[in-house]
């Protein structure tokens, strides 16, 4: 009687393509928790040949946090944020529309959960590569924009970085209620646009820089 993929023979490549696709889905259904055998019968292969692509479950795991959360990482958001030919104001709305359709998905938000219940470091990482990237443009920006000295010049603080982890929070949030909570969530675009409209109006009392 012939194997599974003996019956489905892909090159190694597709066949690792395949691992880390069912993978992500896998580990965003029944967390970090679920077995690598049972995977391996989701995908209709033996257990041993998962190993010969991924010789632990680390190095998998690994592999989905690669996927999910620095493969969607769109680097023309970064420019997008300095393009000061366009209003602050419409710089991002543009990006935190299209970050919420990054990281709105049922695969990222429970990964991301239950990366941070297992005490894996996906959170942490995922976070320093945030406020590096887009947390200190932004108050760059915003300080420019309200005629406040740079960050060169006086340092961002605590409380300017918390007010975008504001921000961040509330549209992470949406993503918790629909699919760890479960509950329906409409017109994402008129949430976000009403989170930055907020945050924006608050933003001036957190800046330094006067």
Same mark, same amino acid.
């Given at each position: 009687m012939k194997t599974p993929e003996a019956r489905r023979r892909l090159s190694p490549d597709l066949r690792e393509q395949e691992i880390v696709r069912e993978a992500v889905k896998f580990f965003a259904e029944f967390g970090f928790e679920g077995q690598t055998r049972e995977l391996a019968k989701r995908l209709g292969i033996t257990q041993p040949l998962l190993y010969r692509y991924f010789p632990t479950k680390d190095a998998l795991v690994e592999r989905v946090y690669q996927e999910v959360f620095l493969r969607r990482w769109n680097p023309f958001w970064e420019e997008l944020l300095q393009?000061?030919?366009?209003?602050? /104001? #419409?710089? &991002?709305?543009?990006?935190?529309?299209?970050?919420?359709?990054? *990281?709105?998905?049922?695969?990222?938000?429970?990964?991301?959960?239950?990366? /941070?219940?297992?005490?894996?470091?996906?959170?942490?990482?995922?976070?320093? &590569?945030?406020?590096?990237?887009?947390?200190?443009? *932004? *108050?760059? #920006?915003?300080?420019?924009?309200?005629?406040?000295?740079?960050?060169?010049?006086?340092?961002?603080?605590?409380? #300017?970085? #918390?007010?975008?982890?504001?921000?961040?929070?509330? *549209?992470?949030?949406? /993503?918790?209620?629909?699919?760890?909570?479960?509950?329906?969530?409409?017109?994402?675009n008129s949430i976000v646009d009403l989170e930055l409209r907020i945050f924006l109006d608050g933003a001036p009392g957190t800046l330094a820089g006067r």
């Open positions: 393009d000061r030919s366009k209003p602050l /104001g #419409e710089r &991002l709305t543009e990006f935190y529309r299209d970050y919420s359709q990054v *990281i709105l998905t049922y695969e990222w938000v429970r990964l991301f959960m239950f990366s /941070g219940l297992k005490g894996l470091d996906f959170n942490t990482r995922y976070l320093d &590569l945030l406020r590096q990237r887009v947390f200190d443009l *932004i *108050i760059n #920006e915003l300080r420019l924009a309200h005629s406040r000295k740079p960050p060169d010049e006086v340092p961002i603080t605590t409380m #300017e970085i #918390e007010a975008v982890w504001g921000l961040h929070a509330a *549209i992470f949030y949406l /993503g918790v209620r629909k699919f760890i909570y479960n509950m329906p969530v409409e017109n994402i």
